[in-house]
T-cell receptor
Framework: DAGITQSPRYKITETGRQVTLMCHQT?????MFWYRQDLGHGLRLIYY???????DKGEVPDGYVVSRSKTENFPLTLESATRSQTSVYFC??????????????FGPGTRLLVL | GENVEQHPSTLSVQEGDSAVIKCTYS??????FPWYKQELGKRPQLIID?????GEKKDQRIAVTLNKTAKHFSLHITETQPEDSAVYFC????????????FGTGTRLLVSP
């Protein structure tokens, strides 16, 4: 688990500000994911990436931007934060060439509060 | 797209009792069903998974069953202990070359001593 880290762990920001959440993994996993966790909704996929420079939208991508210039990093940017983006954000990674092929390993999470 | 429903949302049991959490999925092409456990303030962690070519899988006190015809799968925890208290999430995905998980909404399990 120590192989995937997120920063910051806690963040308070204001409506309209740009915020970037960082995710770093040391396993050289090909796949990386961003989820948000909200009460009553479970974990919802925001964006995912199959490799460096390959990203795609998940279930709830609006208001978010991602990039992946290096395999180990997958930052998530909120371009103009809104109160509805207050949430706990989890990054995850997996290696499809496995085994275990499908297991996703989660980072410790970032708690974001938008005032 | 895939939709996963999970029940119950909360479950309270006495230590030593069994607990069962049920999930249904909508996409008959889904073939991989993991279960994640999330303790308070912690990250989700995989506890067991099952593939569609298997009907049941056990690992000590936990087991998962899959009914492909009915499109539902269940997590069974026997001899529950206080440390089993957590939120449990089921998920489903299909092998399209990329394992994109769709999660249920979670079950909060409370095991009372």
């Amino acid at each position: 688990d120590a192989g995937i880290t997120q920063s910051p762990r806690y963040k308070i920001t204001e409506t309209g500000r740009q915020v970037t959440l960082m995710c770093h993994q040391t396993w050289s996993h090909s796949y990386m994911f961003w989820y948000r966790q909200d009460l009553g909704h479970g974990l919802r996929l925001i964006y995912y990436s199959a490799a460096a420079d390959i990203t795609d939208k998940g279930e709830v991508p609006d208001g978010y931007v991602v990039s992946r210039s290096k395999t180990e990093n997958f930052p998530l940017t909120l371009e103009s934060a809104t109160r509805s983006q207050t949430s706990v954000y989890f990054c995850a990674s997996s290696e499809p060439r496995g085994p275990p092929r499908e297991t996703q390993y989660f980072g410790p999470g970032t708690r974001l509060l938008v005032l | 797209g895939e939709n996963v429903e999970q029940h119950p949302s909360t479950l309270s049991v006495q230590e030593g009792d069994s607990a069962v959490i049920k999930c249904t999925y909508s996409d008959s092409a889904s073939n991989y069903f993991p279960w994640y456990k999330q303790e308070l303030g912690k990250r989700p962690q995989l506890i067991i998974d099952i593939r569609s070519n298997v009907g049941e899988k056990k690992d000590q006190r936990i087991a998962v069953t899959l009914n492909k015809t009915a499109k539902h799968f269940s997590l069974h925890i026997t001899e529950t202990q206080p440390e089993d208290s957590a939120v449990y999430f089921c998920a489903a995905s299909k092998n399209t070359g990329f394992q994109k998980l769709v999660f249920g909404t979670g079950t909060r399990l409370l095991v009372s001593p």
